[in-house]
């Protein structure tokens, strides 16, 4: 599968010591460039030195700019995604992120049972990462009202600034 993404991870060119993380939802248009739009606008106003990226487990989308609900919310917060293409998760990612985020529960099997036995990604549910919301999914927008896409710009931007705190303090404890 071709992969889309300019700014694709590399570990021999990007800093291995820089966490890298993959954010994953099932598209790959709606919730998951949220959470990578989110993650790197809190990164780089924190002067958190990281590395995101996001994909979906299913096909369809591969190639495609995130839904236009999702562009439009990212746009009243400052960010354009318009830019984002589309891609499915492949086994190189579990070696070449250092997390990898699911953002629903049905995202977390389908990933953990694609992952390769000695993948060395860490992978945790989204939320886990946000104190009292730990074992909930960020509810999927596709098919409900555009508001939806606002209570995943809120779930995505919380998690996002919770990650950077834990990941800034090594704290992260995102065990497989
Ligand atoms: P996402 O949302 O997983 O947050 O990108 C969806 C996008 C597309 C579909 C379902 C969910 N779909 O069925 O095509």
Redesign the pocket.
Same mark, same amino acid.
């Given at each position: 599968m071709a992969i889309a993404r300019a700014r694709y991870y590399d570990p021999l060119v990007n800093d291995p010591q820089q966490p890298a993380v993959l954010f994953v939802?099932?598209? #790959?248009?709606?919730?998951?460039?949220l959470a990578q739009a989110a993650f790197e606008h809190a990164a780089e106003k924190a002067r958190f030195p990281a590395f995101a990226d996001s994909a979906?487990t299913?096909d369809?989308?591969i190639g495609c700019p995130p839904?236009l609900r999702?562009q439009a919310v990212a746009r009243r917060h400052g960010i354009d995604i318009a830019g984002y293409r589309?891609r499915q998760i492949e086994a190189a990612d579990y070696y070449r992120f250092s997390h990898i985020f699911p953002?629903d529960h049905a #995202?977390l099997k389908d990933i953990l049972e694609r992952m390769p036995a000695d993948g060395t990604a860490r992978v945790r549910l989204l939320l886990d990462m946000v104190d009292g919301r730990a074992g909930q999914p960020v509810a999927?927008?596709?098919?409900g009202e555009e508001a939806g896409f606002d209570i995943?710009w809120r779930d995505v931007t919380d998690a996002a600034q919770a990650l950077i705190r834990q990941l800034a303090r090594r704290e992260d404890g995102a065990g497989k």
């Open positions: 939802c099932l598209g #790959n248009i709606c919730r998951s460039p979906g299913g369809w989308h839904d999702a589309a953002l #995202n999927d927008p596709y098919f995943t």
